[in-house]
């Protein structure tokens, strides 16, 4: 680590214990803003590092939110019967009860995603291009379906959570101390794993997988790892997102496909695929814009994401670091040799023309 | 060098994050007015609901504030409300109501669109200790959970079909047969709100001892369900209950009339916001509509008169609709009840109002409102309305009533009267 | 489950009555699919935002007859506009994303769904809205199998369209133009086709043939903004089960999906019927890598 990356991270951790101490009343959109980043850095090892645009990662998000919730209720209370609409019984925890079924409800919750990553791997990770993102986005759209079919945790009803014991405002903290803990956990994790044998081989089959299998790289597994790394994390925070809300259920809240399973799409192609402070840069803005603007667009605000992601996609591909790294390649470390630069200039503008 | 450049780009980015955040805290009375929150359905699935929902509580504030507004201490207070859309989403509910009273400092809370959202808006108000008075979350299970600062003035979703469901072994009783011999057919969409509705249904079925024949969820985008009705078609149930919100109703009121369904007695909910008369006018005649308010009803108030002159008062004000929807006028009732409350308690303070709202007992044109502990109103009964000759027609319960059951729905007439 | 399938081995009428459901609307659907197929083949563009555009064209259809026109009639206008929309949309969007990385087309067009909800949300409200063919109801076996006849006159409705886009595509000159593009766009150029018409003309045809499949799903469903993506879906299940320029392909596969939505509504219940649609396009696409994979190649 150099200097400056060393202040850089020393004051994002400043700014993330300060902010919910210096703005309380923000600490729920600040636990918001985490939870995007982590949605942008996680989709990001699929999409920007190993080149498959997934639009199905909420799967695991939502499925992290269930698995957490029956570990959480179905320790100390039959889920199906408090599940059911009919005759719903009151649950009451103990602090204990409430602390240890939420520990232990995290746990379970990445370690299934992890599980199901490795299942469903099976069936898409064989999917190219476009196929895989049609695919996973089927996957996606069938889960919340199957979900609000099965009525042991309530079908379309949803599932009141556990209510946290004590006070809101440490509440909001509690969470919010969760989120960012786990978010940076994820970016220190993929921060390593970029930069080793790993980052290179899902890099090199981004690139080119036909070859990179030629040159004996087991592509396979390294898939599978890249996409158990996804769900792992966004299960964690799926976990946290459900007891935040405080009742879930599977088409709105479980698998946003069109809300949040676009908007990791979204802020990671605005921040710059395929970098690693691109999808948190990205973030940062989205989340921001979104918070200030969006409510008071009453209704336009959708047509503005629309909008943001066609011309983010259309024109302006690159994302902000991508561009920055454009201009100024010499920031990022690049030597930019003058002729080469003009030579490849005019190959790729030939490209373009053909 | 580079990483100092990237530095200084960051630190930009997060004090403008940083500054974005950091807006005032509004007050909760600003000046002479008072301000009440609401996360409401503007866009998504209950957008057209939420919109109904809106009027009546724009509606409700335009008249308290012409008549002088709420009186506290000797100062006359104007109400205002802030909306934000929830976008028919749970998830957003619970951010947006964390918003406006952490971020906005709203201390008086009207309730969003559908059970779900009040689902999540519900522990939200309860941990701030924020009185919330809702006008749209029916389900029961809110009612059980023990909330201390959650009042809805509207009948909760049990009470839908009940009577219908009464009606139905009473018709059976009629004609000479067992209440047990009734076999229904069920066709519920897949949310909170129906789903309880439908326990509502399951419950007095067991009660009776009728028998499920069919017991189908509709899915989120339902535009077809024929497959339904043709199990409908070859099993002959006595009595179909539909519910699934304005286009549950809607697919339904097209199909039955297409497919020449001739179930003797049908029931659905939300009639009068799909208006299906208006759109599939003979072929809805017979059709069963539970209510939670009907503009026939002889309820009345200081603020609005009649439950007619609101319906009067509603339709000359806003253009669109045909009939007011019921979602609106316990809108309007769920603002009257704070004013009420202020009124009354003539302080500003959360813990007073909340005993206050608890202690209501009101006259409204939407009918009489009085809170059980759990926070459900119990003074309101629900009616049932029957399509008859194109219009509603209060049928059930029989204090109400001011038609008589059409009883075997007249089946015939949708084909015939088709074109 | 069980029950329900006794019901259909008891009294086979009933079958009848679901195929024919399911055949009628999977016309329309195959009219959708078809004009995905199109775009996708000819200019490799996957359009997301199909069946906004089918919502689109009902919305307008049904704009059209709330002002007094028959809807049926409001097919050519309709048609005439949407194709208009088409081509305002390539010039704005489409044309940048053509030859670019295949998950561009995918995402643009995604956000384009997106704000086309929301525009119709916007101007036409959230309210479900259905129009009045004005037609009768065709009753067969006592009562027991009801067609309305709208579903018949859009079936031969739709036949006829598919009779005249084969004519098209094989005898006029921007038929051959199109197919040419689609087997080798290089090759087409040099040859002197102006392949920016071509891709012009046939997103904007695609976009007027989803516009017709609209306005027959406003007299025979309903239409709500936020419906689109249902029929985005069938559409790519349709496709991606009969492949590219695969006509009769398309027809067979949409027919056979509208009964397959109709049996599992039937017998599994009407929770797995939109399951049923998203579930079958995962399963065909494993089936095909898994066929794939055998000759050690890959789907894309």
Sequence with gaps: ?354 | ?419 | MWDNLQILGLAPVFNVQLLVNGVLIGAVFALAAYGLALVWGVMNVKNLAQGDFVMMGGYLGWWLAERGLNPILALLPVAAVMFAFGWVLYWLIIRRVIQRDLFTSLLATFGLAIVMQQGLNLAFGPEVRTADSGFDTRVFFDGMVTVTDIRIVSFVLCGLLAVALVLYMKRSRMGQAIRATAQDARAARILGVDTERVYAFTFSLNSAICGAAGVLISMIWVLQPFYGIAYSVRAFVIVTAAGLGNLPGVIIAALGLGAIEQYSGFVLGAQFQQATVVGLLVVILVWKQFLMMRRRENLQ
């Design chain 2, 1 to 419: 060098m580079y990483k100092t450049k990237r530095t200084f780009l960051l630190a930009a980015t997060a004090s403008a994050v940083a500054l974005a955040f950091a807006g005032p805290a509004a007050a909760k009375v600003e000046g002479d007015k008072i301000i009440l929150g609401s996360a409401i359905s503007i866009t998504g699935k209950y957008s057209q609901e939420g919109k109904n929902a809106r009027d009546g509580y724009d509606l409700a504030v335009k008249m308290i504030n012409d008549k002088g507004g709420v009186k506290v201490g000797d100062k006359s207070y104007k109400l205002e409300v802030k909306y934000y859309d929830d976008e028919s989403t749970p998830a957003r509910t619970a951010q947006l109501l964390e918003r406006l009273i952490s971020q906005d400092g709203v201390k008086y809370v009207l309730g969003p669109y559908s059970s779900g959202t009040t689902k999540a808006a519900a522990p939200v108000t309860e941990k701030y200790k924020i009185p919330m008075v809702e006008a749209e979350g029916a389900s029961r299970s809110l009612f059980t959970q023990g909330y201390r600062y959650l009042f809805a003035v509207l009948s909760t979703s049990e009470q839908y079909l009940a009577s219908a469901i009464a009606l139905a072994a009473e018709t059976a009783k009629k004609q000479g047969k067992k209440p047990s011999d009734v076999r229904i057919a069920m066709a519920f969409e897949n949310d909170p709100f129906s789903l309880d509705v439908r326990a509502g249904v399951v419950d007095d079925a067991k009660k009776y001892g009728m028998k499920i024949v069919i017991d189908d969820k509709l899915p989120r985008d339902l535009s077809d369900m024929s497959a339904t009705l043709t199990k409908v078609k070859a099993l002959k149930p006595d009595l179909l209950v539909v519910s699934g919100h304005t286009k549950g109703a809607s697919t339904a009121g097209r199909q039955i009339n297409e497919m020449g369904i001739s179930v003797p007695m049908i029931a659905m909910t939300h009639c009068e916001s799909a208006d299906i008369i208006g759109k599939f006018g003979a072929g809805a005649e017979g059709i069963l509509c539970p209510t939670q308010w009907a503009e026939t009803l002889s309820y009345k108030d200081s603020l609005f008169g009649t439950a007619k002159q609101y319906n009067d008062l509603f339709l000359k004000t806003y253009t669109g609709y045909d009939t007011v929807p019921y979602q609106s006028a316990q809108a309007s009732a769920a603002v009257q009840v704070w004013a009420d409350a202020f009124t009354r308690a003539q302080s500003f303070d959360t813990e007073k109002l909340r005993d206050t709202i608890a202690a209501t007992n009101l006259d409204t044109f939407y009918g009489k409102v009085k809170f059980s502990p759990a926070g459900n109103n119990i003074a309101k009964p629900m009616v049932l309305r029957q399509v008859q000759n194109g219009g509603y027609h209060v049928v059930a319960p029989s204090e109400w009533a001011s038609h008589k059951l059409v009883f075997p729905r007249n089946a015939g007439g949708a084909k015939q009267a088709s074109k």
């Design chain 1, 1 to 354: 680590m150099t200097r400056g990356s060393k202040i850089l991270h020393a004051g994002i951790l400043v700014a993330g214990v300060a902010a919910p101490l210096l703005f309380p009343g923000y600490t729920f959109q600040f636990a918001m803003l985490w939870i995007m980043i982590l949605f942008a850095l996680t989709w990001d090892t699929m999409g920007g590092q190993m080149g498959y645009n997934s639009l199905g990662n909420i799967i695991f998000f939502g499925f992290g939110m269930y698995i957490s919730a029956i570990t959480q209720i179905g320790m100390y209370y039959d889920v199906g019967e408090y599940t059911a609409a009919f005759g719903a019984i009151k649950v009451d925890f103990s602090d204990a009860q409430y602390y240890g079924g939420l520990a232990l409800g995290l746990v379970f919750a990445a370690l299934a995603s992890v599980v199901l990553a490795v299942v469903l791997s099976w069936v898409l990770l064989g999917l190219r291009g476009p196929y895989f993102a049609i695919g996973t986005l089927g996957i996606a759209l069938s889960a919340a379906e199957l979900t609000g079919a099965w009525t042991y945790v309530g079908g379309g009803g949803g599932i009141s959570m556990p209510v946290f014991p004590g006070e809101p405002e440490v509440r909001s903290l509690f969470f919010y101390c969760l989120c960012m803990a786990v978010s940076i956990a994820c970016y220190l994790f993929l921060r390593w794993l970029y930069g080793t044998r790993f980052g290179l081989a899902i890099n090199a089959i981004r690139d080119d997988e036909d070859k990179a299998e030629a040159m004996g790289l087991h592509t396979k597994r390294y898939k599978t790892f890249a996409w158990a790394i996804s769900a792992f994390f966004l299960a964690m925070i799926g976990a946290l997102f459900g007891n935040m809300t405080g009742f879930i259920e599977p088409m709105e809240v479980a698998y946003p496909t069109v809300t949040f399973g676009i908007f990791m799409v979204a802020m990671t192609l605005l921040g710059g695929k395929g970098t690693l402070w691109g999808p948190v840069i990205g973030a940062t803005i989205f989340h921001t814009l979104k918070e200030v603007t969006w409510t008071y667009l009453l209704g336009w605000q959708w047509i503005a994401l629309g909008l943001l992601i066609i011309v983010n996609v259309v024109y302006f591909q690159q994302g902000i670091l991508g561009w920055v790294k454009d201009r100024k390649p010499e920031w990022f470390g690049v030597k930019v040799d003058a002729a080469m630069s003009a030579d490849a200039a005019a190959s790729g503008s030939a490209k373009e023309a053909s």
